[in-house]
């Protein structure tokens, strides 16, 4: 046998280094042979649906990996590339990318709608595992339990086997994805917080690092049931001005949210920190009941977003808050004014913005000169115009120009629009879902996301789910077009 040219060697070491990597991985990879099988194995697994191609799924994958690390030994994060592997994804109705579920004992349990950092993900499976109530002995438990990061809800009851514990213990598995749970029947152990030891009663305690004296550090109440509980806690547990992280960004969408950037950093610098959030909160006290809420975000956490969303670079503002409002229809404005010690720019900001004075931020592409082929190119700008427009139904497709199932789909949604084009109560449209602000009521989690927004119901936009071939549109639209649909010359009554 000869020897092996260096070259060869080099070649041999770096495909074994490569294997090695490969191997190294922990995160589990199924496939249609072995799904089930693997599945059945763990009593909790995450797995993530992907496609190779896709640009959310290249930007998950890091964060994936890990997540998958960290929480080894504890949840295990699996992964199934849908382009090999179709018949397990059609299964579990995977029809974008990427689709996270989370599987218990084999079951498909839940969709995971949590964060997609590698810290999102540990924290919202660590809340998988294990009871989603645990149980406190004595003081030092109690303690313990609520010297958190996060908010800490505690039932105190009077016995282990009471209807309210029970009703408590179904709650906290109801909410276990959101919130931590923990339960006592020693009512003694709430006397210090104000518990009464003849009542039962169920305590929020906020995170220490967040204790101000705006507000009160722990809110009570008697609720135990799931809705009452579940109420409870989306009143009080984000407080009056919360640290908003990328973790917990999704629970607090819907609202009209007023946003401090700056360097939050409660590890390293708990006082500077509250420093600048103290001086939020006296200005936030004084329009607490105008229905705005406050937070304060580490402004390079979120600053792709500042920029994308706010046209912020990284020096604007230098080491001084920067302050932005979103509201729930999707307007955004920020203060252009220096924030002052003495939050004055910031009472004036919010005076403004209460009298309708602030000018709105919008990201947009330039609408087309000419914009007449058989699909409409709707942008921010033009989209009030062309989708809102109240006689015209409108099947509108938001896209990525990197996404490849978007791509497949062109020339049949242009065929789509052509068949159309005589039809003058009908718009076949589409939006570049990443260069324009898409509005709130659209939920555009992945590509291509189609919606079909009817004449006079503009505010209620129905997502479009059935086959993407021409006759499949067709077909849909002659149940649904506000007027009978004409294909080319010939009308289509019905």
């Known amino acids: 046998m000869g020897t092996l040219s260096p070259f060869r060697m080099f070649l041999l070491f770096a495909l074994a280094q490569q294997k090695v990597f490969v191997a190294a991985s922990d995160v589990l990879e199924l496939g249609d042979s072995d799904f089930d099988d693997m599945v059945a194995e763990y009593e909790t697994v995450l797995v993530e649906f992907f496609a190779p191609w896709c640009g959310h799924c290249q930007q998950l994958a890091p964060e994936y990996e890990t ?155 008697e609720a135990v049931s799931i809705a009452s509980l579940r109420q409870f ?55 607490q009941s105008q229905g705005l809420s406050y937070a304060v975000a580490n402004r390079a956490e979120f600053q792709e977003e500042l920029e994308e969303e706010f046209g912020l670079g990284p020096s604007d503002g230098g080491e001084l808050p920067l302050i932005t409002i979103r509201n729930r229809e999707g307007h955004k404005y920020s203060m252009q004014e220096e924030f002052t010690r003495d939050g004055k720019s910031l009472e004036r900001f919010l005076e403004d913005y209460f009298a309708g004075k602030l000018k709105r931020q919008v990201k947009s592409e330039a609408a087309p000169e000419n914009n007449d082929g058989p699909v409409k190119v709707v942008v921010a700008d033009n989209f009030e115009e062309l989708v809102n427009n109240p006689s015209k139904d409108v099947l509108l497709e938001f896209y990525a120009p990197w996404c490849g199932h978007c791509k497949s789909l062109e020339p049949k949604y242009t065929e789509l629009g052509e068949q159309l084009s005589a039809n003058t109560h009908i718009v076949i449209a589409k939006m570049d879902a990443t260069a324009n602000d898409v509005p709130p009521t659209y939920d555009v989690q992945g590509f291509p996301t189609i919606f079909f927004v009817p004449a006079g119901q503009k505010d209620q936009p129905r997502k479009y789910e059935g086959g993407r071939e021409v006759n499949d549109f067709l077909n849909y639209l002659k149940e649904v077009a506000t007027h009978p649909l004409i294909l080319g010359n010939a009308r289509e009554d019905l």
């Open 67 to 221: 997540a998958a690390t960290k929480l080894k030994g504890t949840v295990s994060l699996a992964k199934v590339d849908c382009t090999v592997n179709s018949e397990t994804c059609g299964r579990f109705g995977v029809n974008g990318y990427p689709t996270l579920k989370i599987f218990r004992n084999g079951e498909d349990f839940a969709a995971y709608d949590g964060p997609r950092s590698a810290d999102g993900i540990v924290s919202y499976m660590k809340k998988q595992a294990g009871p989603s109530s645990v149980p406190l002995h004595n003081e030092r438990d109690l303690d313990a339990f609520v010297n958190h990061f996060e908010a800490s809800v505690v039932g105190f009851f009077s016995s282990a086997d009471s209807s309210q514990m029970a009703e408590f213990l179904k709650a906290s598995s109801a909410m276990r994805d959101s919130h931590r749970f923990a339960h006592t029947a020693d009512l003694s152990l709430g006397l210090k917080h104000g518990v009464e030891s003849e009542y039962v009663m169920v305590v929020l305690f906020r995170p220490p690092r967040l204790n101000s004296k705006f507000e009160d550090s722990l809110v009570k109440s």
């Open 233 to 287: 806690i989306r009143d009080n547990v984000f407080g009056l001005c919360p640290h908003l992280t990328a973790e917990n960004r999704e629970n607090m969408r819907g609202r009209d949210l007023l946003v401090a950037y700056y360097d939050v950093d409660y590890l390293r610098n708990i006082k500077g920190t509250n420093y600048w959030r103290n001086r939020v909160m006296k200005v936030a006290t004084q329009f």
